[in-house]
């Protein structure tokens, strides 16, 4: 590791709690650098599941397939040792394919759980709107309740433990769309868009010295942190100062969205909490001592975009939700501090 990069056990509660959250956020950006050496560009893609990370929340990537979203979250699984698991859903995918299920064991006679890949840190749920309701809604339970109950018993998932699903944008035929209500489940929905010309440039460059053919190769990034750090990372973040004025500024821009003109559905009270637990994430990131207006108002639009519906006049003229909440974010006055 390099000098500025803090040891792992840096963290562990047994500093003062400056020097703890100092750390922290050295080590948090220190691992945000190393991400950048295989996810070229796509800064706010990799801030954004750095901040659910810290949050302890899940993430709901959008985009068109190979823009490198299997990439990040190898990259992540690796940068701090834990383990990773990837479902690909399809129309057929069950229930139990995900969280488990008994078999029969000839040998002892007796029926043995053999647990799904959920019970893993970090689950990549690949095009999950192409999965029947009742998979979807097996996964989002989980995402919940942070348990699986097979055959009776309650079994906890690891901690930490995030899901990073994506769904296709372009093609709709044959899937199934999230209910708002299971949207509601994922802390950020985050937009993956295509790279740069630069950056592009230099992804083909750095793939095609790869042995593997169009697989960037994470063998090589270090391992900065292990599973418990990142637990340690998240209780520092959310015991970061945070002001009433900033509360209330977050509070104001969920329940804004409840009256906004051009939206027929807005934010319940679970927004105004990811937008806290976000904006405190996003502090720890930017090394900051406590909250500012600027974190929260920097995550809104994540916490906001899938948590909304656009009125079908606004949708009909080519109006995005984007743009509706960037007007919302500019018109509700944010706190002086």
Known sequence: MSDTTPEPNDVAPHTSPNTQRQR?????????????????????????????????????????????????VRALARCFGGDFA????????????????????MASEQFKLRKGPVFTNLLLADEINRAPAKTQAALLEVMQERQVTLEGRALAAPQPFLV???????????????????????????RMDYPQADEELA???????????????VSGLRVLLQAKDVQALQKIASDLPLD????????????ATRNWP???????????????????????????????????KGCALA???????????????????DQLLQQLLEQIAAPRL
């Open 24 to 72: 922290a956020s050295q080590l948090a950006q220190a691992l945000r650098q190393e991400l950048h050496k295989a996810v070229i560009g796509q800064q706010d893609v990799v801030d954004g599941v750095l901040t659910a990370l810290i949050a302890g929340g899940h993430v709901l990537v959008e985009g068109v397939p190979g823009l490198g979203k299997t990439l990040l």
């Open 86 to 105: 990837r479902i690909q859903f399809t129309p057929d995918l069950m229930p139990s394919d995900i969280t488990g299920h008994a078999v029969y064991d």
């Open 164 to 190: 990073m699903a994506t769904q296709n944008p372009i093609e709709q035929e044959g899937t199934y769309p999230l209910p708002e209500a299971e949207l509601d489940r994922f802390m950020l929905m985050l």
């Open 203 to 217: 992804l083909v460059r750095q793939v095609t010295r790869s042995v593997r053919t169009d697989i960037l190769d």
């Open 244 to 255: 009433d004025q900033v509360l209330d500024y977050a509070v104001r821009l969920a329940r």
């Open 262 to 296: 051009g939206l027929t559905l807005g934010a319940g009270p679970r927004a105004s909490i990811a937008l806290v637990r976000c904006a405190r994430a996003r502090a720890l990131l930017r090394g900051g001592d406590f909250v500012v207006p600027n974190d929260v």
């Open 303 to 321: 916490v906001l975009r899938h948590r909304v519906r656009l009125s079908p006049e606004l949708d009909i003229e080519g109006t995005s939700v």
